[in-house]
């Protein structure tokens, strides 16, 4: 037993941190009680497919605050923009559009840089907050963000690859929304992991509803969506809805 300890430590010692963050978020999120699997998973089919039903659970026509973490070429954004039909819809991309802020898997940090080009996505309703999320989400509740949630039905979309840029969006978020839908991009690692914490940590809750997985790879979940409740709105009956009241905080580091 000793010598088996001493051994599966020498092998930690070797193994890359990336690889073993990933071992050990997968078997947290298998585990986990507040991240239950969502009673559909689409399988085999696009990306936007997968959009397009949770556009519809939305509303097509819906009054959307939407907040992309994680926009690099615009894809998923250019999709979500062109399926909402509605005028007063409000499309924002966060990201530093300098890649990943650091290793991330196999890719090295910058990677996915665009050298801080934006995407050319043509529609009045669409925004950018460019720089690091904790350089720009607060700072952006704190002034027009809050303006733009009020009224408008929020949506995240957490693309950011990294643990510790999903946690600190959750938990920023946490401090002005009440109950909000939720994308998640990466369901097999730091991302879902951070989801994890948040709720943990946070006493939140999240009710998955949709799945979306790869042909054959049938336990593996690539994306899901679900309705994040911060237990915030529970005093005051709240629905999907939002108050908008977010300090700007000192900024240090990336997230
Ligand atoms: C997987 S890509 C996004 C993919 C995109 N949603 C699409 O539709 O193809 C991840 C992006 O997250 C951004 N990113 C990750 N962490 C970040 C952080 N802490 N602050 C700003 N941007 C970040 C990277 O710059 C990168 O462009």
Known sequence: MIVLRELCKNLATFAPT??????????????????????????GVVKTKYFDRIGDVVGRDANLAYMEFGVWEGSSLRHWVSANTNPQSRFIGFDSFLGLPQQWRRRPAG???????????????????????????CPWLAGEGGEILKGRTPVVHLDGDLFHSGLYVLTRLHTVLDRYHLL?????GGEARSLHDYLTAYGASFEPRL???????????GQVYGVVDTGRGADRGASVQVEAKAEAEPVGGHA
């Open 18 to 43: 990336n690889t073993m963050e990933t071992w050990c978020n997968y078997g947290v999120i298998r585990r986990s009680s507040v991240l239950r699997p969502p009673p559909e998973a689409m399988s």
């Open 111 to 137: 990677y996915f840089s665009v050298e801080g080009q934006t995407p050319d996505i043509d529609d009045p309703r669409v925004g950018y907050q460019i720089g690091w999320f904790n350089q720009t989400l």
């Open 184 to 188: 998640i991009d990466n369901y097999s």
């Open 211 to 221: 799945a979306r997985k790869r042909k054959g790879v049938s336990r593996v979940l």
